[in-house]
């Protein structure tokens, strides 16, 4: 039975609305717009690329909410020319994983808003394995810092949170004043880089690619000897490309580590491994209330986005 809606009732003389039972057809009921259709486009088309089951987590799962919504609202993204749908494993036909892409519709709907053109191929792996990268690390209280001066500020806090609240022996108050006197550096590209929103943690992942990209990304990092490790993931788009990335990891570190920066390996969740959101148990509470993180379901406007 469908849910009541607000309706004007003619016969009220104050003209305030009355809460009537209206009946919508199943057609209609169907079709009906929903208020995560406008989050869910937005942030497809920030990432470009995602998995159907990457939709269903973010915006359902992890907030403790069954996820048959989610793929009602898919379906009409779909249905309304927003989005393209395509098989992940063509092999397994209508039972594979769908990838999803913004559409040009899409993408000119949120002009002005992170987006992207589509992708296909190895690209559009690489896209799915950051996307799920964003929505682990998101769900459990990460946040990615996009500005130069908002990475560095985070990484220097970081690095002298050790020193906080004791004096230290002569080697430690000579190795907070170098930090504090150190001028601001950048990250190169490839990299990304979050800072937890409760412990003021850092971690940095690096776009797995051919040793030489691999070995500049690397060399491109700040100069952050002084530190503690730095917890630091690779991305890539199936097992060859991150078994040439670890390797190529480990000779940089060998050489170069201990002047420069130590790491600290972070795993990642492979996409290809995460079950289906629609049958896996849900969490007793919202994950994001468990983190004290922004919900997906806080929305605003699409004016206001």
């Given at each position: 039975m469908a849910a009541p809606l607000p309706r004007q009732s003619a016969s009220d003389p104050t003209g305030a609305p009355v809460t009537q039972p209206v009946t919508i057809p199943a057609k209609r009921r169907r079709n009906r717009p929903s208020l995560m259709a406008w989050p869910v486009l937005l942030w497809v088309a920030r990432h470009r690329v995602v998995t159907s089951h990457q939709v269903l987590y973010r915006f359902w799962w992890l907030a403790a909410r069954h996820p048959r919504h989610g793929a009602r609202v898919i379906r009409l993204l779909i249905r309304h020319g927003y989005l393209t749908s395509t098989s992940l494993d063509r092999q397994r036909g209508r039972a594979s994983v769908r990838v999803l892409a913004p559409t040009s519709l899409a993408r000119r709907m949120v002009a002005g808003r992170p987006g992207g053109r589509e992708l296909l191929g190895r690209k559009q792996l690489v896209g799915l394995a950051w996307t799920q990268l964003a929505l682990t690390w998101e769900s459990?209280?990460?946040?990615?810092?996009?500005?130069?001066?908002?990475?560095?500020?985070?990484?220097?806090?970081?690095?002298?949170?050790?020193?906080?609240?004791?004096?230290?022996?002569?080697?430690?108050?000579?190795?907070?004043?170098?930090?504090?006197?150190?001028?601001?550096?950048?990250?190169?590209?490839?990299?990304?880089?979050?800072?937890?929103?409760?412990?003021?943690?850092?971690?940095?992942?690096?776009?797995?690619?051919?040793?030489?990209?691999?070995?500049?990304?690397?060399?491109?990092?700040?100069?952050?000897?002084?530190?503690?490790?730095?917890?630091?993931?690779?991305?890539?788009?199936?097992?060859?490309?991150?078994?040439?990335?670890?390797?190529?990891?480990?000779?940089?570190?060998?050489?170069?580590?201990?002047?420069?920066?130590?790491?600290?390996?972070?795993?990642?969740?492979?996409?290809?491994?995460?079950?289906?959101?629609?049958?896996?148990?849900?969490?007793?509470?919202?994950?994001?209330?468990?983190?004290?993180s922004p919900s997906p379901l806080d929305l605003v406007h699409p004016a206001q986005a």
């Open positions: 459990a209280g990460w946040r990615e810092l996009r500005d130069h001066d908002e990475r560095w500020a985070a990484v220097r806090e970081w690095g002298l949170a050790p020193y906080h609240g004791h004096r230290g022996n002569a080697s430690d108050r000579t190795n907070r004043a170098a930090i504090e006197r150190m001028a601001p550096q950048r990250f190169g590209t490839g990299v990304q880089v979050w800072a937890h929103r409760t412990t003021g943690g850092i971690r940095v992942a690096i776009a797995a690619g051919h040793p030489a990209i691999m070995t500049r990304r690397l060399n491109a990092l700040p100069k952050l000897g002084l530190f503690p490790p730095l917890p630091i993931a690779l991305v890539g788009d199936g097992w060859s490309d991150l078994e040439a990335a670890e390797a190529t990891l480990e000779r940089w570190a060998r050489r170069r580590a201990n002047k420069r920066v130590r790491l600290e390996r972070v795993a990642v969740e492979p996409y290809t491994t995460s079950p289906s959101p629609l049958t896996e148990p849900l969490p007793p509470v919202s994950r994001y209330k468990e983190t004290d």
